[in-house]
Nanobody, 123 residues
Framework: QVQLVESGGGLVQAGGSLRLSCAAS????????MGWFRQAPGKRREFVAA????????YSADSVKGRFTISRDSAKNTMYLQMNSLRPEDTAVYYC????????????????WGQGTLVTVYS
């Protein structure tokens, strides 16, 4: 079983940047697709970005393209979400997730979730 632990959330002014980290452990996950989701207060959890751990190819939601970048460091077993040009509407709890099938992850039903980290963007 894969375990995921997020870190890096916090309070940031609009226009600023944050980098979230997701440390993975527990088993071999080179065959997994990993990604980020977020859930704003009173809203449904939404997909943000995904990365194929083995090949490194990525996919992002239109709402974050050009501002957020997903990446991974295989040597550290860690995935990242670099968030630039943050907006108040980016305020949410951000979750990392892992799945053996990209379709399950992108549809919001991955096998593994992290506990979440709060990002608050103020204007």
């Amino acid at each position: 079983q894969v375990q995921l632990v997020e870190s890096g959330g916090g309070l940031v002014q609009a226009g600023g940047s944050l980098r979230l980290s997701c440390a993975a452990s527990g088993r071999t996950f080179s065959s997994y697709v990993m990604g980020w989701f977020r859930q704003a207060p009173g809203k449904r959890r939404e997909f943000v970005a995904a990365i194929n751990w083995n090949r490194g190819n990525t996919y992002s939601a239109d709402s974050v393209k050009g501002r957020f970048t997903i990446s991974r460091d295989s040597a550290k077993n860690t995935m990242y979400l670099q968030m630039n040009s943050l907006r108040p509407e980016d305020t949410a709890v951000y979750y990392c997730a892992a799945s053996q099938a990209a379709i399950r992850l992108i549809n919001g039903v991955p096998e593994v979730w992290g506990q979440g980290t709060l990002v608050t963007v103020y204007s």
